[in-house]
């Protein structure tokens, strides 16, 4: 109000207030283009364009070591062409659902416990299981590598419980050190959405199923268990996802067997220096992740109408 | 000879240093629609709950048919509850979320079928059976709720404020909608609430709560009429409440000094000389007469200090110049008020049997 009756006197003076009320109204559509242009530009600019980028130069070609812009399907053809490829792809998406699987039971299991907690003893529980979500990456896999070791803690506790007679080498550099590790690291990504979608379920649904005569245990899976599923499952599909694209735990612990398509695509870019190939392999990658969330989308529908 | 189906001896609630539940005793018959009433934090849901199985009470007993539930878990209580979000399943259909306590109990298919359709019918969402609980509207799901609740035919039917979170005319005919089905299914409802027109038009007994205590119990017109105490007294409808002392007694009959002047009234309390008590008089029942007019029944002089039209009838605040500045209400039919204006000198007549004794 101010601002407007006294615009007229300060026209020429200093800016600051004086446009502001009187061309504020005229601003409004201005100001908000401005806004939505950040809204869709910064995810266009940060994740879409490097993401077309990618698609396109998975189209191009290297010769003798020179970039190659024409179109071509070369990198596709042979990623089809080669078996090995092939199984390096399957083997790494059932690794990774593996790992979800495990997210998915684990993590349920533990996320129910501590939802059915009560007071600050649940909420400290749930403290706990995410902080390693606060932890460094890279100490977690050298982590996970002390304890999977020759010399670690898994083998020592093995020996102690007389299950060994000697340390086994069988938990490290291969397959299965790569999806403990990823089990272990992944766990508190699945954790903490089983726990929101637990939580999201109102008190006085269990309260009205024992009302109507249900025992605990049909409460848990008549009402619990479809109510939490879906969140429980896209929780699952994410860490499966994560799964999939990660490279540096397959690298410290999986040593020359734990070979996953993620180092395939790194070893694209970082030692081939062959950038298209790459690019179309990461292209798999992502078809991969974007069947698995659509399987997702489909699922929870599902939990719903069921 | 009818017996108390279910019965709560010396019940109270205790959450830490808070007592949200001084020890009760109440009885509920068969077949009976009782109300139990009370502003929020009077303790009247924790009763539920404790009825329910959902709480477990800090001391007393709950005896359903003379046997002792207390410690039985809610699922093995023959009690269902509709809770005042009405908590329906939302991943169940309507048909679904009705039969599920047929389904828990292992009753058969064709016969669930059978019963879900039946009670469905029943309150009126027969065709309603494929839809599930978020394409209703909030009637439709709180008579699914209610559907839900008899159709395993509980022995007693535990309502939690079912009706609040309804709009005023849906109310009301949730309301007739709730006491007819009563009458039909023959079924002892507790019905809490915190809206004492709700109590009065629906209940056979009213439990008024307040501070996590038992006020009164009665039948409305008890309770409405004879208040047992100044929190019943203000809590149904609009009363007056004046101060008093005993002055005397004799032959069973006391004396009151009241701004009113002095009233004798029954002794039912043996109150001994000099006690402090509280008078009632309903707004309804006081008549306003000119100052002049004879008049058979108790009268005072009062001033008229304004009269507001309210359409069939007129509210008129009089002050009592003998008694300090006491303001009373009177309500009364728009046709006896037209000759009085405020500063009016006139006269307040009641029947000293409308008189209340609080104490």
Redesign the interface.
């Known amino acids: 109000m101010s601002a407007e009756t006294s615009s007229p006197q300060m026209m020429g003076g200093p800016a600051g207030p004086v446009v502001l009320g009187s061309v504020e109204r005229k601003r409004k559509p201005l100001v908000g283009r401005f806004v939505a242009g950040l809204v869709y530009g910064i995810p266009t600019v940060v994740i879409l364009c490097p993401m077309l980028l990618f698609l396109v130069s998975s189209f191009w070609s290297i010769h003798d070591g020179n970039l190659n812009r024409h179109f071509t399907l070369e990198n596709y053809a042979r990623f089809f062409a080669d078996v090995s490829y092939w199984g390096v792809y399957f083997e790494t998406l059932r690794l990774a659902a593996y790992v979800g699987l495990f997210g998915l039971f684990s993590g349920y299991i533990l996320a129910y416990l501590i939802w059915r907690q009560q007071g600050q003893l649940r909420y400290l529980l749930l403290l706990f299981s995410v902080i390693p979500l606060a932890m460094n990456y890279i100490v977690k896999v050298f982590a996970m590598r002390n304890i999977l070791g020759y010399n670690g803690l898994l083998n020592d506790a093995l020996i102690f419980a007389g299950i060994l007679d000697k340390p086994s080498k069988m938990f490290v550099f291969n397959q299965t050190a790569v999806l403990i590790s990823m089990c272990v690291i992944y766990l508190p990504f699945a954790i903490l959405p089983i726990f929101l979608s637990l939580e999201r379920i109102?008190l006085?649904?269990l309260?009205?199923?024992?009302?109507?005569?249900?025992?605990a245990g049909?409460t848990f899976w008549?009402?619990v268990v479809?109510?939490s599923l879906p969140g429980s499952v896209v929780g699952a599909l994410f860490v499966m996802v994560l799964a999939l694209g990660d490279y540096l735990t397959p690298q410290m612990v999986g040593g020359s067997q734990g070979f996953t398509f993620g180092r395939a695509i790194w070893s694209q870019f970082g030692m081939a220096f062959n950038w298209p190939f790459g690019a179309a392999l990461a292209v798999m990658l992502l078809l991969a992740i974007a069947v698995i969330l659509l399987v997702a989308r489909v699922l929870s529908k599902m939990?719903?109408?069921? | 000879m009818s017996q108390a189906s279910l019965r709560l001896a010396g019940v109270s609630k205790r959450y830490g240093a808070v007592q949200v539940l001084e020890p009760v005793d109440l009885t509920f018959e068969d077949g009976e629609f009782v109300t139990v009433l009370g502003p929020s934090g009077s303790g009247k849901t924790t009763i539920l709950r404790m009825i329910g199985g959902f709480t477990a009470p800090t001391t007393g007993q709950i005896f359903f048919q003379g046997k002792d539930v207390s410690r039985l878990p809610a699922f093995q209580r023959p009690f269902n509850t509709v809770f005042q979000d009405y908590a329906l399943f939302p991943h169940m259909r309507v048909g679904q979320n009705v039969g599920y306590g047929l389904r828990v109990r292992g009753v058969g298919k064709a016969e669930v079928a059978r019963r879900v359709s039946e009670v469905l019918a029943l309150v009126g969402l027969a065709d309603k059976a494929a839809r599930y609980p978020h394409e209703l509207s909030g009637g439709q799901r709180q008579r699914v709720a209610l559907a839900r609740a008899i159709v395993c035919e509980p022995k007693v039917v535990l309502l939690d404020e079912p009706l609040a979170a309804l709009d005023a005319e849906l109310r009301r005919s949730m309301q007739d909608f709730l006491k007819e089905l009563q009458r039909r299914i023959k079924t002892t409802f507790v019905f809490i609430t915190h809206d004492q027109h709700e109590a009065i038009s629906m209940s056979d007994r009213i439990v008024v709560m307040n501070h996590g205590r038992v006020e009164q119990v009665g039948t409305p017109k008890e309770i409405y009429h004879r208040p047992g105490s100044p929190f019943v007294a203000r809590f149904f409808g609009e009363n007056n409440l004046v101060p008093g002392t005993v002055e005397g007694r004799s032959n069973g009959r006391i004396a009151i000094g009241s701004p009113f002047g002095r009233v004798e009234m029954e002794d039912r309390a043996a109150l001994g000389v000099g006690a402090n008590v509280t008078l009632a008089v309903r707004p309804e029942h006081i008549r306003v007469r000119p100052q002049t007019g004879a008049d058979a029944g108790f009268s005072v002089a009062a001033e008229v200090r304004s009269v507001d039209f309210l359409g069939a009838t007129s509210q008129i605040v009089l002050a009592l110049p003998e008694a300090g500045r006491t303001e009373v209400r009177a309500s009364l039919p728009t046709t006896e008020c037209v000759d009085f204006t405020a500063g009016d000198r006139v006269k307040m007549a009641f029947s000293l049997d409308n008189l209340t004794l609080l104490h």
């Open positions: 109102p006085n649904l309260a009205a199923s024992a009302d109507l005569g249900a025992t049909q008549r009402v479809p109510l939990g719903r109408s069921s």
